[in-house]
């Protein structure tokens, strides 16, 4: 096992229990509202076919399979996916599990009405592959659906002479969060992308963004916990996930 495989198994078990997630509704970010008031899912029938990447503990893919969706969830971490199946479980959801890191990805693993990943691409320093990737797993109308941290929420929020705001040294280098392990070895890291940068990806893969969200925090997000709370005077303000639905050319 790998250290960053190790990384999400020991991380898995603390994330899990600090943070809430409703399976009630789609989410994409923390303290943001959910699908049932973006309103950014497609319209999906009975046996449509979605794919979640860096399902975590794949609450997204347990709200469509509730919709009639066939779900298939991946994820990088063992410890992950053992309480998906078991949150699966509870909730009765049918869904195919893989374990799977989002740079092993290939176009064999099916063909998909909707790939979508909630705060999960950001972990993947190869997203033109896997954005590549993704185009040719799409049905003709299929829907790619993907969030991000915003790039905005890598500055830092000041308040300076009464006033609050942000301070970001520069927007066109951004590097990325790293995460390191008790040894000082880095282990993970998540990037920040532009728009532009996730539309000239997206384009020279055949996909053109059909919708673009920047939304602030609400009162009863589907995802949420205390750390997150404390940015909540943050997220008010500035942005705090950017949200991307794309489909073919």
């Not at 319209?43 to 503990?57: H, I, N, V, Y």
């Not at 909730?91 to 009405?113: H, M, R, T, V």
């Not at 940068?197 to 916990?225: F, M």
Request: glycine residues 6%; proline residues 5%; contains cysteine.
């Amino acid at each position: 096992m790998n250290s960053k495989h190790a990384y999400w198994d020991r991380f898995a078990a603390e994330y899990q229990q600090k943070t809430q997630i409703s399976c009630k509704d789609f989410h994409y970010g923390p303290l943001i509202p959910g699908d049932k008031q973006l309103g950014l899912l497609p319209e999906l029938k009975s046996g449509a076919k979605s794919l979640e990447l860096a399902c975590g503990a794949a609450q997204n893919s347990i709200y469509l399979a509730g919709q009639g969706v066939e779900c298939t969830a991946l994820d990088i971490s063992v410890e992950q996916l053992k309480r998906a199946a078991a949150l699966a479980d509870i909730e009765k959801a049918d869904i195919n599990f893989f374990q799977l890191d989002l740079e092993e990805l290939i176009p064999a693993i099916g063909c998909f009405d909707l790939i979508h990943s909630a705060y999960g691409l950001n972990f993947t320093a190869e997203l033109e592959k896997v954005i590549s990737c993704c185009a040719e797993m799409l049905t003709a109308q299929g829907i790619l659906l993907f969030s991000l941290p915003h790039p905005l929420f890598s500055a830092e929020f000041l308040e300076l002479d009464g006033e609050d705001g942000l301070f970001l040294r520069n927007y066109m280098n951004i590097p990325p969060e790293e995460r390191y392990d008790e040894y000082g070895v880095l282990i993970e890291r998540s990037f920040f992308h532009g728009i532009s940068e996730i539309s000239a990806l997206l384009d020279a893969n055949g996909l053109s963004i059909l919708r673009i969200a920047e939304p602030a925090a609400c009162l009863e997000p589907p995802y949420t916990s205390q750390v997150w709370e404390q940015y909540r005077e943050q997220f008010d303000k500035f942005p705090s996930t950017l949200i991307v639905k794309a489909g073919r050319t």
